[in-house]
């Protein structure tokens, strides 16, 4: 199969994401950046699953993928 960005494991991620700005109704531009009504909306409930507080999750992210930076 021919390499495309369609077919990046992200790509899916993406597409949820501007499905859900759609539907709620959320403007779909930025909805990368962390002011954004998605991730305001995502970011709590992301905290609650991974049992992380709001405010470790970014070095929580950074351990995870760049642990010799901590």
Request: hydrophobic fraction near 45%.
């Amino acid at each position: 199969m021919e390499k495309r960005r369609l077919y990046h494991n992200c790509a899916g991620n993406i597409w949820v994401f501007l499905t859900v700005c759609r539907e709620m109704g959320f403007p779909t531009e930025g909805y990368w950046e962390i002011h954004h009504l998605l991730q305001q909306q995502i970011l709590p409930i992301l905290s609650e699953l991974s049992n992380v507080p709001v405010k470790n999750m970014a070095i929580t992210y950074l351990k995870l993928f760049s642990p010799e930076l901590i």
